[in-house]
């Protein structure tokens, strides 16, 4: 065997594993309490990002689909959110977003952002920013 073939092999097995690792991460997450299918568009952004999202406490962390790592990639903190607005899927998003999807406009402190979720996350997601201790 040449030192290409055991390098090509070697570089085959690293992928394979590499995307085992991401369809377990994102099988174990779903699987999680609390845990939502939720495509993220930052403001900035012209694609929109698909993840998890899980609801913790005062705290919606949202975690990037592709990726191995354990830590959030963006956290809403329940007292700086602000739903701006709920809208249908629009035509040019029909490609990218499943057309029974609830996209809410939101302002996360000084950010404004938009996230797609089911018509049951929606109402969850409702419910967990109005379930916060009232402002002193």
């Given at each position: 065997?040449?030192?290409?073939?055991?390098?090509?092999?070697?570089?085959?097995v690293v992928?394979?594993?590499?995307?085992?690792?991401?369809l377990?991460?994102?099988?174990?997450m779903?699987?999680a309490a609390?845990?939502?299918?939720v495509?993220?568009?930052?403001a900035?952004?012209?694609?929109?990002?698909?993840?998890?999202?899980?609801?913790a406490?005062?705290e919606?962390?949202?975690?990037?689909?592709?990726?191995?790592?354990?830590?959030?990639?963006?956290?809403?903190?329940?007292?700086?959110?602000?739903?701006l607005?709920?809208?249908?899927?629009l035509?040019?998003e029909q490609?990218?977003?499943p057309?029974?999807?609830?996209?809410v406009?939101?302002?996360?402190g000084?950010?404004?952002?938009?996230?797609?979720?089911?018509?049951?996350?929606?109402?969850?997601?409702?419910?967990?920013l109005?379930?916060?201790a009232?402002?002193a």
């Open positions: 065997m040449h030192i290409v073939d055991v390098i090509v092999v070697c570089a085959a992928v394979l594993v590499v995307c085992a690792l991401v377990a991460r994102q099988r174990f779903l699987r609390g845990a939502i299918p495509a993220l568009l930052p900035a952004a012209v694609r929109w990002q698909y993840g998890v999202a899980r609801f406490g005062g919606l962390r949202w975690y990037r689909s592709l990726g191995v790592g354990t830590r959030p990639n963006r956290v809403l903190q329940r007292r700086d959110v602000t739903v607005g709920r809208r249908s899927v035509q040019s490609q990218s977003l057309s029974t999807a609830v996209v406009q939101c302002r996360d000084g950010a404004e952002l938009s996230l797609a979720l089911g018509e049951s996350a929606y109402t969850g997601f409702v419910s967990w109005e379930s916060s009232p402002m």
